[in-house]
């Protein structure tokens, strides 16, 4: 099993829709999530962080399972600007899921 | 507000040719990261350093690559005898413990040729 998967995606969808991605973990010791966001041809840019109790950061919410082993990432009323690559990260091994790219259409 | 900094953006070098890549980490943090993305595919690890040392690698880090922090500031990684299948975009990381966000360099673009 890998260390870290997410949904293979893309998903394409329109402006204002919801869309939500998972991520799941293998290794239940794992302490710490994180969601990174990765425009075409830059670097990944901290999205934001999971914590165990979820959180939310105006129209993304983020959720911790760890009796599953996963974690998600909701996103409220989708934007153009939303387009890009999500990646999930656990990082006691700072390994990166592969990735789901996401379109936000007009 | 303080960042990672990788230099050169774009390296070109004939396959065979060895290379350098440099970071300048945050300057208060302690873990450091190399990663490597081929174009359109995922991140992924290479190796992590702590303590002046490596603290994991990944398969990918065979005896061609190597690391170093030869003084406080910079981290470098060193590719020996580059191949064409070299060819990403290399990112350094750096966070100031474990288990708190990284932040990344914005990478560099190595080709060979």
């Known amino acids: 099993r890998k260390e870290v998967e997410q949904d293979p995606g893309p998903f394409n969808v329109p402006e204002g829709a919801t869309v939500a991605f998972n991520c799941t973990y293998s290794?239940?010791?794992?302490?710490?999530f994180f969601w990174y966001r990765q425009d075409c041809r830059k670097e990944p840019k901290l999205l934001m962080s999971v914590y165990s109790s979820g959180n939310e950061d105006g129209r993304f919410t983020a959720q911790l399972n760890r009796a599953s082993q996963y974690i998600s990432l909701l996103i409220r009323d989708s934007k153009l600007s939303d387009s890009a690559t999500y990646l999930c990260v656990v990082t006691r091994d700072m390994r990166f899921g592969a990735g789901t790219r996401l379109t936000v259409k007009p | 507000e303080p960042e990672v900094t990788q230099t050169p953006s774009h390296q070109v070098t004939q396959m065979g040719q060895e290379v350098i890549l440099r970071c300048v980490p945050i300057s208060n943090h302690l873990y450091f990261y190399w990663y490597r993305q081929i174009l359109g595919q995922k991140v992924e690890f290479l190796v992590s350093?702590?303590?002046?040392?490596?603290?994991?690698k990944s398969e990918i880090f065979d005896d061609q690559f190597s690391v170093e922090r030869p003084d406080g500031s910079n981290f470098t990684l060193k590719i020996r005898s580059t191949k064409l299948e070299d060819s990403a975009m290399y990112f350094c990381?750096?966070?100031?413990?474990?288990?708190?966000?990284?932040?990344f360099g914005q990478g560099t673009r190595l080709t060979v040729v």
């Open positions: 290794n239940s010791a794992s302490q710490s």
């Open positions: 990381a750096s966070r100031v413990v474990m288990n708190t966000e990284a932040f």
């Open positions: 350093f702590y303590n002046n040392e490596i603290s994991e």
